[in-house]
């Protein structure tokens, strides 16, 4: 489902966020991405979401070379990707469902199949009865949650997501992780970026560590111990 091959990211300036960076993701599994604060876990998720492109090497996701995907074919590819990100970028002027529907509205859904699937992503996350306010009466956790439904309500094949417990208690980030799980139970592809090295380590799944732009096999620390990301 993803494949890196050699990858580089190098930033205007000479500053070199990704160094020769390799592996394979499967499709069907859920990896961490971890490493300390600058590692480059950002970056490479900014890659497989053509938010960025590499400076060299490939990136090859469902089987695309993505340095073949030109600018008008960036939309499409995103739409094949649920991104979930830390400060859920939701909009506070529209509601719940809105909020959620915005996918659709762009692909072109319409409004009766745009509803159903909203309330049914809704009610995967236990929000179905909270879709007509506004986020801001939301809690954190609840918010990251319709961040979870609008990345999923396209049923995407993957879904990426950075930091998406940085803010969260430790109750509330197990919540979370367990949404994905349940999302990748049914065979969606689950990439996360975390610096949770507890919870990572609860939950078993396989994990890639950077170090300063480069994969390091590097055991993860200790429990309890976690650093920011």
């Known amino acids: 489902m993803i ?3 050699r ?3 190098r930033y205007p300036g000479g500053y070199e966020a990704l160094s020769d960076v390799s592996f394979l993701i499967e499709a069907g599994e859920m ?3 971890t490493g300390h ?3 480059g876990k950002s970056t490479l998720m900014k890659l497989v979401a053509l938010l960025e492109r590499t400076s060299r090497g490939q990136v090859i996701v469902d089987g695309r070379n993505l340095a073949g995907v030109k600018r008008s074919g960036i939309p499409q590819h995103r739409r094949k990707i649920g ?3 830390q400060d859920h970028k939701l909009l506070h002027d529209r509601t719940v469902f809105d909020n959620v529907a915005l996918p659709l509205v762009v692909a072109g859904i319409g409004h009766s199949e745009a509803r159903r699937r909203v309330r049914a992503a809704l009610d995967k996350v236990g929000l179905l009865d909270k879709e007509r306010l506004f986020p801001v009466v939301l809690s954190g956790g609840e918010q990251q949650r319709v961040g979870i439904a609008r990345a999923v309500v396209n049923k ?3 879904l990426i997501a950075d930091e998406p417990t ?3 208690d430790p109750a509330l980030s197990v919540e979370i992780m367990k949404l994905f799980g349940l999302f990748n139970q049914v065979g969606v592809t689950v990439l996360i970026a975390s610096h949770d090295h507890r919870l990572i ?3 078993g799944k396989r994990h890639l560590m950077l170090d300063h732009g480069r994969l390091s096999d590097r055991p993860l620390h200790g429990d309890g111990e976690t650093f920011d990301g």
Request: net charge positive; glycine share 8%.
């Open 3 to 5: 494949q890196f091959d």
């Open 166 to 168: 940085g803010n969260l």
């Open 83 to 85: 991104i979930i990100f």
């Open 7 to 9: 990858v580089s990211k």
């Open 156 to 158: 995407p094949p993957l």
């Open 31 to 33: 990896v961490f991405l």
């Open 201 to 203: 380590r609860r939950l």
């Open 37 to 39: 604060s600058g590692a």
